[in-house]
């Protein structure tokens, strides 16, 4: 052949393959077209769907895998929802045993018998004064005692005239008027002296005016701790002005603000756990006996006051603390313990030992609510009476991703 004729036959041949190249491109991307080349992408997740990762996966160990792995497991449980609310609070003295000591006669101040911060039994003098008013309201009580005397004479003396006829009916009613008047006015004396602080044995062996006392003791009303004092030596006090503060410590108040949205968690007679900082290691219960049925406009809450026992003292006014209020709801929930569950990545999962087969966990996602103490709250992935691994996990999570890797 010649070499012209060479020369065109493998310019066809090369044309051939050529074209067949082409037809095959051809056929290749339409089958690129019709056929994906890979999974489809995850859909947006919805209340329905869950990613592949979601899907259960088992695991099967030998007797001497589980032995070795030390697996224990404990059974899904149903329990009420709790609700705990720490409010931050501070020490108070209870009001309703809180005394304010005023003076009942006006005078000056002679001796103080305590300090701040003493405690103080029921009757102890607390300060001496020396008053006139005193000195001026028994000298009144010997005066009308010594007028209802005389008039109990004159009594006596027209009771027997009228008894013989010798003076007139209306005569002795006059007396005897006057006599009750004057016996009234004694009695009135007599609470006087009562009250700026003389006793009653004092008050009855009053009979002279060399016994007139110029001197009243000031008593403390109660049992318990001078929280204030305003009474000094030499200083002139009026009738009613404060001179100490006696507060019974041995039951505070603990008190807080309790925001609004925590209103339908607390109420009266709620119990309450207070500790303090004071005292990390020590925990106090008590009861709420007061909520103000106002609410701040600015903070929105409202004052809340816990009554608690406080006989060692070592709760001080002012000192701070928490209380904290714990909650049952009435809702059943599902509740899984705490030590079964593992976080992987974004999602929790959980193994279920399955029923019958021993040797058989099941990897299943779980969807959790809040804390319930030791366990969680399951909104979906168990049921009542599933039983999941608590201990010895590792190497069950382990064998599920060697055989189903995330990734």
Known sequence: MRPLGRG?????????????????????????????????????????????????????????????????????????????????????????????????????????????????????????????????AQTRYLSMAAMLEADHKKLERTQALAAIGATSRQELEEVTAVHAGHETEV????????????????????????????????????????????????????????????????????????????????????????????????????????????VDPQSRTAKIRVALANADGRLRLGMYVNIAFRTQGADRVVLVPKAAVQALGDRHVVFVAAKDEEGKFIQRTVRLGPPVGESYAVLSGLRPGDTVVTEGSFLLRAESTRNAPSG
């Open 187 to 294: 009695e009135a004396a007599r609470q006087r002296l009562l009250l700026l602080g003389l006793t009653p044995d004092q008050v009855q062996g009053l009979s002279s005016s060399s016994q007139v006392v110029s001197s009243v003791t000031v008593p403390a009303p109660i049992d318990g701790i001078v929280t204030g004092r305003s009474a000094n030596l030499g200083q002139v006090i009026g009738m009613g002005q404060e001179l100490f503060a006696i507060t019974d410590l041995s039951e505070i108040w603990a008190v807080g603000e309790l925001y609004e949205q925590d209103f339908r968690a607390v109420g009266m007679g709620s119990e309450a756990v207070i500790t303090t900082p004071a005292y990390p290691a020590t925990m106090r219960r008590g009861r709420v006996t007061y909520i103000d049925p106002r």
């Open 8 to 136: 065109l036959l493998w310019f066809g041949v090369a044309l051939g393959f050529t074209a067949l190249g082409a037809a095959g491109a051809v056929v290749a991307l339409r089958a690129g077209v019709d056929r994906p080349a890979g999974p489809p992408a995850a859909a947006p997740l919805t209340a329905s769907s869950s990613p592949a990762t979601d899907a259960d996966v088992e695991i099967v160990l030998g007797p001497e895998a589980v032995a070795r792995a030390g697996i224990k497991t404990a059974p899904v449980t149903v329990g009420s929802t709790s609700m705990e609310v720490v409010v931050p609070g501070s020490v108070a003295a209870n009001s309703y045993r809180e005394v304010k000591v005023t003076p009942v006669a006006a005078g000056v101040v002679t001796k103080v018998n305590v300090e701040l911060g003493a405690p103080v039994r029921r009757g102890q003098p607390l300060a001496t004064i020396f008053s006139t008013d005193l000195a001026d």
